[in-house]
């Protein structure tokens, strides 16, 4: 089992520009989860999927933000136009379906700096 | 509303010494409870969960949890701390039934040797 895979690991782009982070989840979990780590906010909670559809997209900032699950393996996070304040590392996590006792399993996250 | 309190963001304890990293959280109901550790330019990783039965939880690495109700609390222990042990750790709970993990800010761990 190769883990929840995040593509790229590191981003470095200039304001304005359009940003798209990938995620390819275990095989066999239902539930997909982006988070976005900041020292001055921690972990939030961006949007989550369950089955590809998206269930709760509250934590996205801005319009500027969107994601998108097409299938069952692959979801990406989209930022356009990007800003300076969108530096942050993102994190993808994937978690099997049912009562929700098993947590989530981290992708190893996405740095994006935004100049 | 679910939160969660980590008290201090940064422990130093010494090699072989007792690591206690203090955890609180407000549910209304029972929630599922769990401990994160993130090393440097890594994922998180989880530790170890409380869900239901015994409240003494053990973990990964010699590290354990024990869940206390009427504490509201959740702290994380270990009875000799390793240089290894060198990492952020962030604590974390779901109410029954939702999807949704909200974590605490973390508490970085630091070990002297």
């Known amino acids: 089992d190769a883990g929840v895979i995040q593509s790229p690991r590191h981003e470095v782009t200039e304001m304005g520009q359009e940003v798209t982070l990938r995620c390819k989840p275990i095989s066999g979990h239902d539930y997909l989860f982006w988070y976005r780590q900041t020292m001055m906010r921690g972990l939030e909670l961006l949007i989550y999927f369950n089955n590809n559809v998206p269930i709760d997209d509250s934590g996205m900032p801005e319009d500027r933000f969107s994601a998108k699950m097409p299938n069952a393996s692959f979801s990406t996070l989209k930022i356009q136009p990007s800003e300076p304040r969108d530096s942050a590392v993102y994190f993808c996590?994937?978690?099997?379906?049912?009562?929700?006792?098993?947590?989530?399993?981290f992708g190893s996250g996405t740095r994006l700096t935004v100049v | 509303a679910q939160s969660v309190t980590q008290l201090g963001s940064h422990v130093s304890v010494s090699e072989g010494a007792l690591v206690l990293l203090r955890c609180n959280y407000s549910?209304?109901?029972?929630?599922?409870l769990f401990w994160y550790v993130q090393y440097p330019n890594q994922g998180l990783q989880l530790l170890l969960k409380?869900?239901?039965?015994?409240?003494l939880v053990k973990g990964i690495n010699g590290f354990e949890a024990e869940f206390k109700k009427s504490e509201t609390s959740f702290h994380l222990t270990k009875p000799s701390a390793h240089m290894s042990d060198a990492a952020e750790y962030f604590c974390a709970v779901s109410e029954r039934g939702a999807q949704k993990l909200v974590f605490g800010q973390g508490t970085r761990l630091t070990i002297n040797p």
């Open positions: 996590a994937s978690s099997p379906s049912g009562p929700f006792a098993y947590g989530y399993t």
């Open positions: 549910s209304s109901v029972p929630p599922y």
């Open positions: 409380y869900t239901t039965g015994a409240t």
